[in-house]
């Protein structure tokens, strides 16, 4: 079996044979074929990116159908069982799970990096007091480019490896800050001796006892979330990564358009809509109208269905087990019951069987959050944490990958032929 592509041109009767590699021809390949010698060649259209690599990448696997979700080779469930965040990190950014020693280096490396320059904290308390959080923690990560200008030697691996050290223990304390701006109260200063978790909590949480003891369950529940979010490849805010990234900015102003690119309804900003569409729909009795509703094109049952997954989101297994854990700490979030009448619902439905539409990771974090404290604003950043080490990853993988180049689609050229300027007293 030859591993190419007869392609045959209608127009002028002339077949190509495209090679074909890992299931896929390169697109250029298709710009030979053209009806006269001056055209450009003919190109794929392919709004939204539905059916093109835009990259080869070693870091994370999905099998939709099936709903598998690896990261470097490993099961989302065994991570989530056995790993922490921090190693996980290790793990998709340097492609091997850590020894103890290099596990040790890498934590310690980045718990002496979680403190912000004072000017940073000063640049947060300028914005007003009802700002979003997410607002605030993408303009500081955009800032941070100009507290760190070596961050611009990007082909250099040392300050590669120090920005991501950097911006992997920074993330949390900015969320914190702009977190504790919205609530009006001090920053806290990070405590080293506690996990990535664990720490990120005491900066949210700390009032005026000496020392913040997170609670152990909610701790490792915040852990696994986080594990959960730390990469799910070429999604919205990661191609928005590497697209900016290819113009060989530095990592912080590239960071700072993948969280933007997260804060979207869509993407990010979901768990957020989930909650507010629980409450909304207000009791279980309305659940059969609001599924009536969404049905005939009013509105989406946010938190369901995914571009990749069209099974159940192996994500959102992990965190509806999750949940029963941290409500037996925090009491059950009253908006539960409404959540898994409606999955029960949604899930005998033929309009949502039919369109493979299943609970993603969205449908229950922020049940989690809200009951672990977390204002509904706080959901994308939240999201955006974790993701830093995805983000980090896939950009380094594409700056050095020899295939790269600054990206830049095509277009198909819809508007007006060419035409002579008219004067603005000639016009009609
Ligand atoms: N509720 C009702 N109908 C839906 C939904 C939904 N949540 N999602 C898709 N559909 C329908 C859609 O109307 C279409 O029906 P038809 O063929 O009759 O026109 C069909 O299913 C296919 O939808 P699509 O819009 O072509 O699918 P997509 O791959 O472009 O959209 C999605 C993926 C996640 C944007 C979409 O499912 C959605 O809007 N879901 C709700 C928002 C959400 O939960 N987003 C979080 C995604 S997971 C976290 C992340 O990766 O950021």
Redesign the pocket.
């Known amino acids: 079996m030859a591993d190419t592509l007869s392609i045959t041109d209608n127009r002028t009767g002339k077949t190509y044979e495209l090679p074909i590699q890992d299931g896929t021809i390169r697109a250029m390949d298709l710009r030979t074929i053209k009806v006269a010698d001056d055209e450009f060649g003919m190109m794929t259209y392919d709004p939204?990116f539905m059916n093109t690599a835009s990259c080869r990448s070693a870091i994370t696997f999905i099998d939709g159908d099936k709903g598998i979700l690896e990261y470097r080779g490993y099961p989302i469930e065994q991570l989530a069982e056995g790993s922490d965040f921090i190693e996980t990190a290790y793990l998709i950014l340097f492609g091997e799970l850590p020894t103890a020693a290099q596990l040790k280096e890498w934590s310690e490396a980045v718990t002496l990096h979680t403190m912000l320059h004072e000017n940073i904290k000063k640049f947060l308390t300028g914005f007003r007091y009802d700002a979003h959080p997410m607002g605030m923690f993408l303009s500081a990560v955009g800032a941070l480019s100009t507290f760190y200008p070596d961050a611009k030697d990007i082909f250099n691996v040392e300050s590669r490896r120090l920005q991501t050290i950097r911006l992997i223990a920074k993330v949390p304390s900015i969320a914190a800050y702009a977190f504790r701006h919205t609530i009006g109260r001090p920053y806290v200063l990070p405590d080293n001796e506690l996990s990535y978790s664990g720490n990120f909590l005491n900066m949210l949480f700390k009032m005026t006892e000496p020392r913040y003891k997170p609670h152990p369950v909610l701790e490792r529940a915040l852990d696994v979330l986080f594990i959960l979010h730390a990469d799910?490849e070429q999604?919205?805010s990661t191609s928005a990564m590497r697209n900016i990234g290819s113009s060989q900015v530095d990592p912080y102003s590239a960071l700072a358009g993948a969280s933007a690119a997260?804060y979207g309804?869509?993407?990010?900003g979901?768990n957020e809509?989930?909650l507010r569409m629980l409450s909304e729909i207000g009791s279980k009795d309305k659940i059969p109208e609001f599924i009536k509703k969404?049905k005939a094109?009013e509105g989406?049952?946010?938190?369901?269905?995914?571009?990749v997954y069209k099974s159940y989101?192996p994500r959102a297994k992990i965190i509806k087990r999750m949940a029963d854990l941290v409500f037996e700490v925090t009491g059950k979030n009253p908006l539960l019951e409404m959540a898994l009448e409606l999955e029960r619902i949604a899930l005998e439905d033929d309009?949502?069987v039919s369109?493979k539409?299943y609970p993603?990771?969205?449908?229950y974090s922020g049940l989690i959050y809200q009951a672990m404290g977390f204002p509904t604003s706080m959901f994308p950043v939240l999201f955006a944490i974790p993701r830093t080490a995805g983000w980090i990853a896939q950009w380094e993988e594409m700056l050095t990958d020899p295939d790269q180049k600054i990206a830049r689609p095509r277009q198909i050229y819809i508007g007006s032929a060419t035409r002579d300027y008219v004067g603005r007293d000639k016009r009609k």
């Open positions: 939204a799910h999604n919205c997260l309804p869509l993407h990010g979901a809509a989930v969404v094109g989406r049952l946010m938190g369901f269905g995914h571009r989101d309009y949502f369109r539409l993603n990771v969205d449908f």
